[in-house]
């Protein structure tokens, strides 16, 4: 998790020169413990990059991007949270559905090219810990959108045993 959240800033300092101050991001972790969880590599930067071109390009000042990184016993609930654009209801929907189904068409090639990213990071999550994690979508138009993306609470060396018990599942 330390070397994600490091990865965004290192992010958002590289696109403050491109949107100037036109934009503001805060990371709130619950505690320094979750530093030491495992998520898997570039799972944020996608979900930041998505809220920055889709949620705040086009808005004139003051947009934000709020990073809440939480935790229960059993899992680590990431909420990448911008005050953008919004969307349609039928524009989450269909996106929640995309996301829905990255884990079932995760080995599909797709000509289309909006929201690969995305797609790829939800389907890996969801490969490596089931489909009870990934990514879902909650947005109001002119309020914003939140990313909430939902990974087992494992530290690295936890993670091999992990996988090792989520593929013996799948063989029963």
């Known amino acids: 998790m330390r070397e994600e959240t490091n990865h965004i800033q290192n992010y958002y300092y590289i696109q403050k020169y491109r949107f100037e ?3 503001n991001m ?5 505690s320094d ?3 030491e969880l495992y998520i898997p590599k570039m799972s944020l930067q996608p979900i930041v990059e998505n809220a920055m071109i889709h ?7 003051h947009g934000k991007i709020i990073i809440r990184i939480n935790s229960t016993p059993k899992k680590v609930i990431i909420i990448v949270e911008d005050n953008g654009k919004g969307m349609t209801t ?5 996106l929640n559905e995309k ?3 990255a884990f079932v068409n995760a080995n599909t090639q797709t000509t ?3 929201g690969i990213a995305l797609t790829n990071v939800n389907a890996r999550i969801k490969i490596s810990f089931g489909s009870g994690y990934g990514i879902h979508y909650r947005s109001m138009e002119e309020r914003g959108t939140q990313a909430v993306l939902t990974i087992p609470r494992i530290d690295e060396f936890a993670r091999v045993k992990y996988a090792d ?5 799948d063989s029963i």
């Open 90 to 94: 039928e524009q989450l929907e269909k």
């Open 165 to 169: 018990l989520l593929h013996a599942e």
């Open 33 to 35: 413990e979750l530093y």
């Open 112 to 114: 289309n090219r909006n």
């Open 21 to 23: 101050e036109r934009i």
């Open 55 to 61: 949620g705040l390009e086009k808005i004139a000042s």
């Open 26 to 30: 805060e990371i709130r972790i619950e």
């Open 99 to 101: 996301m829905q189904s």
